[in-house]
Each structure stands twice: as structure tokens, then as C-alpha cells.
């Protein structure tokens, strides 16, 4: 049974960071891509960053969030540094079916979830 749990999650002032875990159990995080998606109050869930042959962000994360994934771990991070109150929302970690290492900002090509993190960013 593949399972995804988050971690690191709560709350930061404006300008702070956080580092956000995925750690994933009934897989290895290195069989396929691996993405973080938000979603904040009364907003559809968008995405975050994926990494798998490649890495992607959404750009209103780029050079902010670093995705990365440590294999002996089975573990994917997100860095977010530099937070806004805007980033405010619950995160989750997301893996695409087993052999699809593309990246994707898709949510509907992710099969496995997590069961989410809260950020909370105050101004």
C-alpha cells in the first residue's frame, strides 16, 4: 500500500521559510515523478513543483521553492523561503503512477496523494 505522509508544515511570518516533507512508504520516491500542489482557502488546488528527469515550478515559486528528493530517505522536500501570506494554504505531495519520471503540473496524472500540510504565512 503506497502511502505519502507530509511534514513540516505551520506557521511563519512573512519572509520566512519553511522546508516541507514527503515521506512516501509502499514505494520509492525515485519510481516516478513526485510533485507538490497547494490549495488555499476557497481556491482550486494548484501546482507547486515537480521533480523527476527534470525539475519544474509554477512561476509565482521560481526562485523561491526548491524541490529535491533524497533517495536513501525515500523522501521528497520542498524549501520555501521567502514566504508570502498568499503562499497560505495546505500542501500536498503528490506521485505520478510508477515509470512516468516527466514532470507534470497536472493534477490528474498523479495517482498517489498525501493527505496534506498546513502553511500559514501572517503578514
Known amino acids: 500500500q503506497v502511502q505519502l505522509v507530509e511534514s513540516g508544515g505551520g506557521l511563519v511570518q512573512a519572509g520566512g521559510s519553511l522546508r516541507l516533507s514527503c515521506a512516501a512508504s509502499g514505494r520509492t520516491v525515485s519510481s516516478s515523478a513526485m510533485g507538490w500542489f497547494r490549495q488555499a482557502p476557497g481556491k482550486e488546488r494548484e501546482f507547486v513543483a515537480a521533480?523527476?528527469?527534470?525539475?519544474a515550478y509554477a512561476d509565482s515559486m521560481k526562485g523561491r521553492f526548491t524541490i529535491s528528493r533524497d533517495n536513501a530517505e525515500n523522501t521528497v522536500y520542498l524549501q520555501m523561503n521567502s514566504l508570502k501570506p498568499e503562499d497560505t494554504a495546505v500542501y500536498y505531495c503528490a506521485a505520478r503512477a510508477i515509470g512516468y519520471l516527466r514532470t507534470s503540473s497536472t493534477e490528474r496524472q498523479y495517482e498517489y496523494w498525501g493527505q496534506g500540510t498546513q502553511v500559514t504565512v501572517s503578514s
Open positions: 521533480i523527476g528527469v527534470n525539475t
